[in-house]
């Protein structure tokens, strides 16, 4: 087995804002020759930890498979020094495997014990927020321009490895210990991410105070100012739907598309109307008995409707509005208005519920 132990040099401050003891924790990330940890070895765990605060690498790299009890022994061994273990999607790979390993190999193991984070883990609800195509740490890492040298993938690793058993090449093993190392750095780096997470989940939770600064045919604008604790380290804007949202440090800015159309209501109950061919609407049973029958249909539930004629604001949630109030495009378009008021900005409650609305659609 191969024991690489050196100082990285790095920032830490983005970890020292986070944590209040950085000696308290163990990054870690491992390299396996597949995903069977019946058929598949791990041949490779590094480490990242802090001594007074300083980072420090160690890895782990098994000469060959003979190898990967003693680097799972030293690891396991290893990490019970430490408070809290952070990792990338190791919740659902590394641990598990890591575990089924040990209960193979007899060894006692107290690694799920341990307080872990999975960065993984918490961002992945924002994925859809933050535009990320994938939620792995190169894509993270390309987000918040981090650049590797490593160009090599887990899976082209395993090749690496295979050719290093066999050559003990300088070349391969530098290979594998750089890819497993800027995972490594690549993950701490990627603990800025949490900040982006925590605004989403502020913004979500957070009691807000909101003011309307403006309004005119084509869309609505509002202006919410965020709590202390709900403050934005970062700016950014998304769209989504009929919203464009900008977030600035204190304030977050909500223009919302309004369509000034005619739009429809339709009744639930369609087996007790006609639709009126002159009238292009629906009528109860009751009043259409007075119509001739050249004149109408018994409606379905694409034509049981009315039309009103107005400005709509599209919703996210129905809870806002009573559901008479919902009026549609068509059947099969399926987004939601209801229709904008003249008292717009007294009407408190509607313009809170709206701004509910968006924070919790995030």
């Known amino acids: 087995m191969i024991l690489i132990n050196k100082n990285v040099d790095m920032d830490t401050h983005i970890l020292k804002r986070r944590y209040a003891n950085l000696d308290d924790l163990l990054f870690f990330d491992i390299e396996t020759t597949g995903f069977s940890y019946r058929r598949n070895i791990v041949y490779l765990i590094g480490c990242i930890y802090f001594i007074d605060e300083m980072p420090t690498i160690i890895q782990w790299l098994a000469d060959n498979e003979n190898d990967e009890y003693a680097v799972l022994y030293e690891f396991i061994k290893f990490s019970n020094n430490f408070n809290k273990i952070i990792h990338y999607n190791g919740t659902s790979f590394d641990i598990p495997f890591i575990t089924k ?177 002159s009238e292009d609407q629906a009528v109860h049973k009751h009043v259409a008995m007075y119509i001739d029958k050249s004149n109408k249909t018994k409606a379905t539930s694409e034509t049981c409707y009315i039309k009103k004629r107005g400005i709509f604001i599209p919703l996210l949630d129905t809870y806002i509005v009573n559901s008479e109030k919902i009026f549609y495009i068509s059947k099969k378009n399926k987004t939601k208005y209801v229709q904008l008021q003249n008292d717009i900005h007294s009407n408190i409650s509607f313009i809170d519920n709206i701004c509910t609305s968006i924070l919790k659609s995030l």
């Not at 295979?162 to 050559?167: A, G, L, P």
């Not at 925590?198 to 913004?203: F, G, K, M, V, W």
């Open 101 to 277: 390993k040990a209960l193979l190999y007899k060894i006692d193991n107290n690694l799920s014990y341990i307080e872990n984070i999975d960065i993984y883990k918490l961002v992945r609800p924002c994925k859809h927020v933050l535009n990320l195509e994938n939620c792995k740490l190169k894509t993270i890492e390309k987000y918040l321009n981090i650049f590797r040298k490593d160009t090599f993938t887990g899976g082209e690793l395993i090749r690496q490895y295979i050719d290093f058993t066999e050559s003990k090449s300088d070349r391969e093993k530098t290979n594998l210990l750089l890819h497993n190392e800027e995972d490594l750095t690549g993950l701490i780096k990627a603990v800025k991410i949490l900040d982006y997470v925590d605004t989403y989940n502020n913004l979500k939770h957070n009691n807000i105070s909101y003011k309307v600064n403006d309004i005119d045919i084509s869309e609505l604008i509002m202006t919410i100012r965020l709590s202390t604790y709900a403050e934005v380290p970062f700016d950014y804007s998304f769209t989504f739907d009929n919203y464009y949202i900008h977030i600035n440090h204190k304030e977050l800015l909500i223009k919302i598309q309004l369509l000034d159309n005619e739009l429809k209501f339709f009744f639930n109950n369609y087996k007790d109307y006609y639709y009126i061919h």
